[in-house]
Protein backbone atom coordinates (compact mmCIF):
# COMPACT_ATOMS: atom_id res chain seq x y z
CA UNK A 1 0.00 0.00 0.00
CA UNK A 2 1.10 3.56 -0.57
CA UNK A 3 -0.67 7.13 0.11
CA UNK A 4 0.74 10.05 -1.76
CA UNK A 5 -1.20 13.35 -2.31
CA UNK A 6 -2.74 14.35 -6.16
CA UNK A 7 -3.94 17.26 -7.34
CA UNK A 8 -6.81 18.87 -7.03
CA UNK A 9 -8.74 22.22 -8.12
CA UNK A 10 -9.47 24.44 -5.80
CA UNK A 11 -8.10 22.65 -2.48
CA UNK A 12 -4.64 22.02 -3.66
CA UNK A 13 -4.46 18.15 -2.77
CA UNK A 14 -6.63 15.04 -2.27
CA UNK A 15 -5.06 11.92 -0.68
CA UNK A 16 -5.05 8.87 -2.91
CA UNK A 17 -3.75 5.32 -2.23
CA UNK A 18 -2.78 2.56 -4.61
CA UNK A 19 -3.48 -1.17 -3.16
CA UNK A 20 -1.57 -3.99 -4.07
CA UNK A 21 -4.18 -6.73 -4.03
CA UNK A 22 -2.59 -10.42 -3.68
CA UNK A 23 -3.31 -13.52 -6.42
CA UNK A 24 -6.97 -13.81 -6.90
CA UNK A 25 -7.94 -11.10 -4.33
CA UNK A 26 -10.77 -8.89 -5.19
CA UNK A 27 -11.48 -5.11 -4.20
CA UNK A 28 -15.04 -4.16 -3.20
CA UNK A 29 -15.72 -0.59 -2.75
CA UNK A 30 -18.40 -0.42 -0.33
CA UNK A 31 -16.30 -2.75 1.93
CA UNK A 32 -13.24 -0.57 1.77
CA UNK A 33 -15.67 2.16 2.40
CA UNK A 34 -17.15 0.65 5.48
CA UNK A 35 -13.41 -0.39 6.87
CA UNK A 36 -13.05 3.22 6.05
CA UNK A 37 -15.73 4.28 8.46
CA UNK A 38 -14.95 2.14 11.53
CA UNK A 39 -11.21 3.81 11.70
CA UNK A 40 -12.30 6.21 14.35
CA UNK A 41 -9.15 8.02 14.04
CA UNK A 42 -9.05 8.88 10.38
CA UNK A 43 -10.25 12.42 9.99
CA UNK A 44 -12.36 13.42 6.85
CA UNK A 45 -9.23 14.65 5.15
CA UNK A 46 -7.40 11.73 4.98
CA UNK A 47 -10.12 9.83 3.93
CA UNK A 48 -8.91 8.53 0.45
CA UNK A 49 -10.31 10.73 -2.47
CA UNK A 50 -8.68 8.02 -4.93
CA UNK A 51 -8.25 4.00 -5.27
CA UNK A 52 -5.56 3.05 -7.34
CA UNK A 53 -5.65 -1.20 -7.13
CA UNK A 54 -3.21 -3.19 -8.80
CA UNK A 55 -1.55 -6.57 -8.44
CA UNK A 56 2.03 -4.78 -8.92
CA UNK A 57 2.57 -0.99 -7.45
CA UNK A 58 5.52 0.21 -9.16
CA UNK A 59 8.75 -0.19 -7.29
CA UNK A 60 12.49 1.20 -7.43
CA UNK A 61 15.49 -0.63 -7.58
CA UNK A 62 15.31 -0.94 -3.81
CA UNK A 63 12.14 -2.51 -4.09
CA UNK A 64 10.57 0.59 -2.38
CA UNK A 65 6.91 1.28 -3.75
CA UNK A 66 8.11 4.64 -6.35
CA UNK A 67 5.32 6.86 -5.04
CA UNK A 68 6.88 9.86 -7.04
CA UNK A 69 5.70 7.82 -10.59
CA UNK A 70 2.60 7.11 -8.44
CA UNK A 71 1.86 10.92 -8.02
CA UNK A 72 2.70 11.48 -11.48
CA UNK A 73 0.39 8.63 -13.00
CA UNK A 74 -2.15 9.65 -10.23
CA UNK A 75 -5.84 8.59 -11.68
CA UNK A 76 -4.06 8.32 -15.43
CA UNK A 77 -3.54 4.69 -15.32
CA UNK A 78 -5.07 1.45 -13.66
CA UNK A 79 -8.00 0.61 -12.03
CA UNK A 80 -8.81 3.68 -10.02
CA UNK A 81 -12.58 3.97 -7.76
CA UNK A 82 -12.68 7.79 -6.50
CA UNK A 83 -15.34 10.23 -4.80
CA UNK A 84 -16.36 12.85 -7.05
CA UNK A 85 -17.44 14.55 -3.33
CA UNK A 86 -16.04 14.42 0.11
CA UNK A 87 -18.62 11.94 1.75
CA UNK A 88 -19.85 10.15 -1.44
CA UNK A 89 -18.93 6.48 -1.56
CA UNK A 90 -16.52 5.56 -3.89
CA UNK A 91 -17.29 4.51 -7.26
CA UNK A 92 -15.10 3.48 -10.34
CA UNK A 93 -13.27 6.16 -12.35
CA UNK A 94 -14.38 6.38 -15.99
CA UNK A 95 -12.52 7.58 -19.01
CA UNK A 96 -15.53 10.78 -18.87
CA UNK A 97 -14.03 11.30 -15.23
CA UNK A 98 -10.39 10.99 -16.27
CA UNK A 99 -10.78 13.53 -19.56
CA UNK A 100 -12.68 15.84 -16.78
CA UNK A 101 -9.57 15.66 -14.29
CA UNK A 102 -6.74 16.16 -16.76
CA UNK A 103 -6.46 19.50 -16.64
CA UNK A 104 -5.65 18.94 -13.01
CA UNK A 105 -2.42 17.31 -14.07
CA UNK A 106 -1.33 20.27 -16.42
Avoid: I
Avoid at 16 to 42: C, I, K, P, T
Avoid at 61 to 81: F, H, I, N, P, Q
Amino acid sequence: MAVFAVPDDPVGDRVMVGLELAGDAAFDAADFDAFLDRQSDLGPKWVPAFVRVTTDLPKLASMKVDRSLLRREAWTTGDVYWRAKRGEPLAQLTDADRKGLAHLLG
